[in-house]
């Protein structure tokens, strides 16, 4: 029973505050008319209780309208808006690249595998005889060099590939770096 008597005094307090601006009736005065119901201490604690006021309900917003203040904040936003501009891609052109980066860049490849030893990798060291790698470890070592340089290497020009001058002059030709 009290804590219906509670319940529907909230209720009434809140549905009095809402209406206080168009009937301009106090919240106070909506707790006083419950009297009956409620005891003086319940009715001191529903008065202490305040209301954030005043209470503008929410506007009603249809796709319609949510469009319109989008596009809004992107014409506001967008300063290039004509019809004129053309959107278009540009990439960076390619490292230029000299002997001697694509012979540092072969070494660290090679020193930074993990299956070799960095003291053994010299320009003339076999990959299988001199470093000791099976044919699947120089098939890792050529995707190695494949990823550092940015283009593919056929199977067939890989599996001629035994040393890293072999593959410097491989990639030299390629590339087209006589410097």
């Known amino acids: 029973m009290l804590r219906t008597a509670l319940r529907q005094a909230t209720r009434t307090v809140s549905a009095m505050t809402r209406l206080s601006l168009s009937t301009n009736v106090a919240a106070t005065s909506s707790i006083r008319l419950l009297r009956p119901v409620c005891s003086q201490l319940q009715i001191q604690r529903l008065e202490s209780v305040e209301v954030p006021g005043p209470y503008t309900p929410p506007i009603h917003l249809t796709f319609k309208v949510v469009e319109e203040r989008v596009l809004k904040t992107i ?37 930074l595998y993990d299956k070799i030893s960095p003291e053994k990798v010299k320009m003339e060291s076999h990959f299988v005889n001199d470093l000791g790698l ?11 060099f494949e990823d550092e340089f940015g283009f593919e290497i056929p199977d067939g020009d890989a599996e001629k590939l035994m040393t890293p001058q072999a593959v410097f002059q491989y990639i030299c030709d390629r590339e087209d770096v006589y410097e």
Do not use: F, G
């Not at 278009?88 to 072969?106: C, E």
């Open 75 to 111: 014409r506001t936003w967008d300063r290039t808006a004509s019809p004129n501009v053309v959107p278009s891609r540009s990439y960076a052109d390619k490292q230029v690249l000299t002997r001697k980066t694509v012979h540092d860049r072969i070494l660290l490849v090679m020193k």
């Open 134 to 144: 099976d044919s699947l470890d120089h098939v890792e070592l050529i995707m190695a």
